[in-house]
C-alpha cells in the first residue's frame, strides 16, 4: 500500500512539473491567443505594436501613409537583429467609435505599445482608453493637446496645434506674405479650432490683419463659395485653411472656378493633397503649408526613406509616413534605454517607457525631437510650397 501511494505521489510530481513547463521542450515559446490578456506576450522578444488609422474613407491617404512608413522603420530595425516588432494595423476610417473598436481588438490581438491613432478625434477617444489600460501610446500625427492632456502614457511626434497655429502666423508676418488674411475653418473639429485659436491669438500679436472668418461643418463641407466670395470681398490676399486636404482641394477649385487668387497657406493636415484621385494639382501651384518633412531634401535618411517608400508603394511619401517612420524609431530608442523585452507585459512596458521619454533624443525624418513630460514633442516645423505639382522647401522656391 505505502508503495503504491509512493507511485501516485511520484506521478503526480511529474504531473505538476510538466504544467509548470507548459508541455514544451527547450527553444519553444508561448504567444498570446486570440482574446487573451494583452499582459500574454510572446516571450520570444517580439514586441507586438498596435497601429490605428484610417485606410479607406476621405481621411485614408493619410492612414495608408502611416502603416507605410512604419513597416519601413519596422523592417530597418529587424534587420538589426536584437529587438524585434511585429505590427497589425487596424482601418477606423477616421471615425472614433471605430477606432475604439479597433484598439479593442487590437487589444485580444496582445498589443504591447500603440501607435495611433492616425487623426486627432478618434485619437483623443483611444487615448482615454490606452490611459485606464496603461498601454503606452504614441501618435505619429494626432496633434491636438486634447489627445495628451492628463495622460502621462501617451506621446505625440507631430508638432502640437497650437504650435501650428504659432508657426503659421509668424511665417507669413516674418516673410510678408500678405496684408490682409481670410481664414476659413472647420468648427466641429478639434485640431482645426485648435490651430485657428492660436493662430489668431498670434496674428494680433504679429500685426497680421485677419479681415474675414470662416466656418464650415462636417456636414456642410461640399459648397464653399459664401466663404470664398466673404473673403474677396474683403480683400484677403492670403487664405489661411488649418484643414485637412479634402475640403482643401475643394476650396482651390471653387475659388479658381469664381476667378478668385490669392495665396493659400495651410498646415500638415493639407499634405495629402497632391495625391486625391483626379484632382488638377495646378490649382494648388504656389500653396504653402507647414510640414515637418519635404521629400526633396538631400540629407541620406530622407534620401533612403523616400527611395525605399517609392520603390515598395510607387509614390512619394508625405509627412505623416515620415512621422510614423519616427514614432517607430522613437519606440525603438525607447525600448532599448528601458530594457525592455517582448516578454514583459503591456502595464509593465508602459510603466518602463513613461520615464525614458523624457531622457531620449531621436534625429529624425522630421527633426531632432524631444519629449516634454507631458507628452508633447519639441521640434520646429517649416514651411513648404508646392511647386511643379510637387513640395519644395519655401526657402528653395523663392
Known amino acids: 500500500m505505502k508503495k503504491f501511494l509512493a507511485l501516485v505521489m511520484a506521478a503526480l510530481m511529474m504531473l505538476t512539473m510538466f504544467a509548470a ?18 499582459s500574454g ?11 490605428i488609422g484610417p485606410l ?28 524585434q516588432f511585429e505590427m497589425q494595423f487596424e482601418d477606423d476610417e477616421h471615425d472614433a467609435e471605430k477606432s475604439v473598436n479597433a484598439y479593442n481588438k487590437l487589444k485580444d490581438w496582445g498589443m504591447q505599445v500603440l501607435i495611433g491613432s492616425v487623426t486627432t478625434t478618434p485619437c483623443i477617444a483611444v487615448a482615454s482608453e490606452s490611459y485606464s489600460d496603461r498601454i503606452f501610446e504614441i501618435t505619429p500625427s494626432a496633434s491636438s493637446l486634447d489627445v495628451i492632456n492628463d495622460k502621462d502614457n501617451v506621446f505625440q511626434v507631430c508638432f502640437t496645434d497650437p504650435n501650428q497655429g504659432v508657426a503659421s ?14 481664414v476659413i475653418y472647420k468648427n466641429d473639429d478639434a485640431y482645426s479650432t485648435g490651430i485657428y485659436n492660436k493662430f489668431t491669438a498670434e496674428a494680433a500679436v504679429k500685426g497680421v490683419e485677419i479681415v474675414y472668418t470662416g466656418t464650415f461643418t462636417e456636414d456642410t463641407q461640399n459648397d464653399f463659395s459664401v466663404q470664398l466670395s466673404e473673403a474677396q470681398k474683403a480683400g484677403a490676399d492670403l487664405v489661411f485653411l488649418p484643414i485637412y486636404f479634402t475640403p482643401a482641394s475643394l476650396i482651390l477649385q471653387q475659388a479658381d472656378a469664381m476667378g478668385y487668387a490669392p495665396k493659400f497657406f495651410g498646415v500638415d493636415g493639407m499634405d495629402g493633397i ?13 500653396v504653402y503649408l ?17 527611395t525605399k517608400y517609392q520603390e515598395l508603394y510607387k509614390e512619394v511619401p508625405n509627412q505623416f509616413a515620415a512621422d510614423a517612420y519616427d514614432a517607430v524609431y522613437t519606440v525603438y530608442e525607447a525600448i532599448t534605454k528601458a530594457g525592455v523585452t517582448g516578454d514583459m507585459s503591456a502595464e509593465d512596458i508602459c510603466e518602463a517607457l513613461i ?3 523624457t531622457q531620449i533624443q531621436v534625429n529624425g525624418l522630421t527633426g531632432s525631437m524631444t519629449w516634454q513630460a507631458t507628452g508633447e514633442v519639441s521640434k520646429s516645423p517649416m514651411a513648404v510650397i508646392i511647386k511643379d505639382g510637387v513640395y519644395v522647401g519655401a526657402k528653395n522656391a523663392q
Do not use: H, W
Open 169 to 182: 502666423a509668424d511665417y507669413i508676418a516674418e516673410n510678408a506674405l500678405a496684408t490682409k488674411v481670410a
Open 56 to 83: 479607406t474613407g476621405g481621411a485614408a491617404t493619410y492612414g495608408v501613409a502611416v502603416k507605410n512608413g512604419a513597416q519601413i522603420a519596422i523592417d530597418e530595425i529587424n534587420a538589426k537583429g536584437g529587438v
Open 274 to 286: 497632391l495625391g486625391i484621385k483626379g484632382f488638377d494639382t495646378s490649382l494648388a501651384e504656389g
Open 355 to 357: 520615464p525614458v521619454m
Open 41 to 51: 506576450a510572446a516571450a520570444s522578444g517580439t514586441i507586438k505594436i498596435g497601429g
Open 290 to 306: 507647414l510640414t515637418p518633412f519635404s521629400a526633396d531634401g538631400t540629407d541620406d535618411a530622407t534620401v533612403s526613406f523616400v
Open 21 to 38: 513547463c507548459g508541455g514544451k521542450t527547450d527553444g519553444e515559446t508561448t504567444t498570446a491567443a486570440p482574446g487573451a490578456d494583452n
